[in-house]
């Protein structure tokens, strides 16, 4: 039995009729966006998710009532989710990349990230196990830049999925090598759950993305538009 998860891609926009379909305190978020960029990475995400979510529901786009609340600290920015209704989905937003991913029946997560010119190797300290930390010790120096975005992404997948983010350790996360099919290997702590699947999307070149799932069953993976 093979799990669905319907991926849709879209460019940043930042239109009128887009802006309408955001309830209040999405507009005021919007509102508090102080760069032009990052008021359409929001924005669009916003609407794909009220309009792909509004067309499996019946529902009118601009009534569905989405909720943040943080299963840790209650606050108010855990993963948006839709009650009441049996479809989970996970956004994400990196440089010209808006992605949306939306199952049935399982919590998915879902991360695009630009490959950019951070200190990777600094930051490999801070996100790889010490297992995956060798692998891409080892690879040529002209490899791992997409390496690490690579594990970057897939994890993020992983803990957006839980509804964790970045508040679980990316370390506690052991993961098969980036050339690999992507796979959990270990999971230690608090965050860890028995049954991950794992599946890279194709974002284009300069980006990483990856989607997860959290079943025992392998994914069908649909991506709109198809790459
Ligand atoms: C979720 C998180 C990993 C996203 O990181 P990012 O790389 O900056 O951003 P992305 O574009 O990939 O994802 C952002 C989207 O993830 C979703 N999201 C937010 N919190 C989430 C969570 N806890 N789990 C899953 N998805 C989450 C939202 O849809 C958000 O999009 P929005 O801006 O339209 O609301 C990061 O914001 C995070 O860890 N947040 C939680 C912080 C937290 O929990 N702190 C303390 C706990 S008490």
């Known amino acids: ?21 955001l309830p209040a305190a999405e507009r005021a978020r919007y509102d508090r966006f102080a760069r032009p960029e990052d008021k359409a990475r929001f924005v669009t995400g916003r609407f794909l998710a009220r ?17 943040t609340e943080c299963p840790h600290c209650g606050a108010d920015h855990g993963k948006p989710r839709l009650p009441g209704h049996d479809v989970d989905f996970s956004l994400s937003h990196s440089g010209d990349r808006v992605v949306l991913a939306v199952a049935e029946g399982v ?12 200190d990777i190797d600094r930051l490999a300290e801070m996100v790889l196990a010490a297992p995956e930390r060798e692998t891409f010790a080892a690879l040529p120096p002209e490899r791992r830049r997409r390496a690490f975005h690579t594990y970057w992404s897939r994890k993020e997948a992983v803990l957006k999925a839980t509804g964790h983010g970045l508040a679980a350790p990316m370390t506690a996360l052991h993961l098969s090598a980036p050339g690999a099919d992507p796979e959990v290997l270990a ?10 699947r794992l599946a890279d999307l194709t974002p284009g070149p300069g980006y990483a993305a990856s989607l997860a799932a959290l079943t025992p069953h392998p994914l069908k993976v649909t991506e709109h538009p198809r790459p």
């Open 1 to 21: 039995m093979e799990t669905p998860i319907q991926v849709h891609w879209s460019a940043p926009a930042d239109e009128p009729h887009m802006r309408d379909l």
């Open 51 to 67: 309009t792909v979510l509004a067309a499996r529901t019946g529902l009118a786009p601009e009534s569905l009532a989405f909720t």
């Open 107 to 118: 919590q998915v997560g879902v991360d695009v990230e630009r490959e950019s010119d951070r």
């Open 187 to 196: 999971w230690d702590g608090d965050a860890a759950v028995p049954s991950v």
